[in-house]
């Protein structure tokens, strides 16, 4: 865990990405009741039961959207996207897509599936 807190962290953001990263984290809250919002591993992360299961970072070259239950992103089609291991990566901030991450976080919130 870190000393900084979620609002310094978004306070810290490049203006151009701070809109959309604003978004992505109210999704969050809205969708991951019985969360805690944190900040570990240096990035805003969702814990539920101490184990973290979504995650973002404004990157130096990306803005990282991470979704740690493989079932999750496996149900959902990520054709065209930058993915890696729980990680979807987006070089411009217009290119989320925010209502494939409203989905991608209620479903996280069901899941009860293994965490990566």
Do not use: W
């Not at 901030?93 to 494939?100: K, R, S, T, V, Y």
């Amino acid at each position: 865990m870190s000393d900084m807190d979620v609002d310094e962290y978004m306070a810290g953001v490049p203006a151009e990405r701070r809109a959309v990263l604003e978004e992505v984290r109210t999704l969050c809250q809205r969708e991951l009741t019985g969360f805690t919002e944190v900040i570990a591993y240096r990035m805003p992360s969702y814990l539920r039961e101490g184990v973290a299961e979504v995650a973002f970072a404004s990157q130096r070259q990306y803005i990282s959207l991470y979704f740690l239950r493989r079932d999750v992103l496996d149900a959902h089609n990520l054709t065209g996207l930058d993915v890696g291991k729980g990680c979807i990566r987006y070089r411009r901030p217009e290119a989320i897509d925010l209502g494939l991450i409203r989905a991608l976080l209620a479903a996280t919130a069901a899941s009860t599936g293994p965490v990566c």
